[in-house]
């Protein structure tokens, strides 16, 4: 019941509940905007490598991103802390851009998908009942706070492509990134994951060592489920000969664009042939073994070795959240 009355206190403190509105839209982005503005302003929000200053505040972060040898880094991230002027919650994401405007599409969506989920977060909790927020269990409560979530997370993903495809400054026709992001509320995790970046969690196992759970699945065209949306729509799913192994997606009659995933924002060159930028939207309540959580893009993954990775854990082993990003 704590965690509810605190939820809606925030509320009451971020936003204006605008009811019976003109046009049935959520009232609150223009609130959801400024807050972004203040939290960067105010030093709550990192964008860069750094730490995130905010008075009072029990949580790290470490971000470290380095340009690959493919040319232009098109990776990005986002820390945000207290998010929605909420105390006990916190917004990570990390987006891996590709093609020729990748760099901008990922920072246009790092930059949209903060207030958009803060906007669709407020409408929802504002048309569920309140009398039935607090009445419910415990073990109840925490999934109807994840199904808030995962409700708002859907709803975000799909106006966010939706608006990308429109916004004529960026060419994303043949260009898109994934987007792998979590909140934490109180004791929950909330990860949403479009692409194949990918969430580690470092937890303490019974002999105090750190172990790795992986928290998302890695997108790719060659797993069955992906495979099969994809040639439905008629895409194809295949390897180049001198990329044995990497599963790449192509139009019917073209071998274009061949993208190693099955799921990003963008590259509206092929979404009717199997592409989504539907997220996996999962969640998970920390207890008191877990250390921190590792977000990673593919690129980190498929280099580092087992025990490099132990190294980055043990490293970290006590910082609540380590964001790692790598093109």
Same mark, same amino acid.
């Given at each position: 019941m704590g965690h509810f009355s605190s939820m809606f206190n925030g509320l009451a403190r971020s936003f204006s509940m605008k009811k019976g509105g003109k046009n049935g839209k959520c009232g609150g982005r223009e609130t959801a905007d400024a807050m972004a503005k203040e939290a960067k302003k105010n030093d709550m929000m990192l964008c860069s490598s750094g730490i995130v200053h905010v008075d009072g505040s029990n949580n790290f972060a470490s971000v470290f991103s380095k340009r690959g040898q493919k040319g232009v880094n098109q990776d990005c991230c986002i820390v945000w802390e207290e998010f929605g002027c909420q105390e006990d919650m916190i917004f990570c994401g990390i987006f891996d851009g590709h093609g020729p405007w990748g760099h901008f599409v990922a920072k246009r969506v790092r930059e949209s998908m903060p207030p958009?989920?803060?906007?669709?977060?407020?409408?929802?909790l504002a048309q569920t009942s309140i009398d039935q927020a607090i009445d419910v269990e415990e073990e109840k409560s925490k999934q109807y706070r994840f199904n808030i979530w995962k409700h708002s997370y859907l709803k975000t993903c799909a106006?966010?492509?939706q608006e990308l495809e429109q916004y004529r400054k960026i060419d994303s026709f043949y260009s898109g990134t994934t987007a792998l992001?979590?909140?934490?509320? /109180?004791?929950?995790?909330?990860? #949403?994951?479009?692409?194949?970046?990918?969430?580690?969690?470092?937890?303490? @196992?019974?002999?105090g060592s750190l172990v790795p759970v992986q928290l998302t699945i890695d997108f790719k065209p060659n797993l069955p489920q992906e495979a099969e949306r994809i040639i439905q729509c008629q895409g194809r799913v295949f390897?180049?000969?001198?990329?044995?192994?990497?599963?790449?997606?192509?139009?019917?009659?073209?071998?274009?664009? /061949?993208?190693?995933?099955?799921? #990003?924002?963008?590259?509206?060159?092929?979404?009717?042939?199997?592409?989504? @930028?539907?997220?996996?939207?999962?969640?998970?309540?920390?207890?008191?073994r877990d250390q921190f959580v590792v977000l990673a893009t593919d690129g980190v993954w498929s280099l580092v070795l087992e025990t490099l990775i132990a190294t980055v854990f043990c490293v970290c082993l006590q910082l609540h959240i380590l964001i790692e990003i790598n093109s």
């Open positions: 958009s989920l803060l906007c669709n977060w407020q409408e929802t106006a966010i492509d992001s979590i909140v934490r509320q /109180g004791e929950l995790i909330v990860i #949403a994951n479009v692409g194949d970046s990918r969430a580690v969690l470092a937890t303490t @196992s019974d002999d390897c180049l000969e001198d990329e044995p192994g990497v599963h790449r997606v192509w139009l019917p009659d073209e071998e274009s664009p /061949g993208l190693a995933m099955s799921r #990003a924002f963008g590259d509206y060159c092929i979404k009717g042939h199997g592409l989504i @930028s539907v997220p996996e939207v999962t969640h998970r309540n920390i207890s008191s």
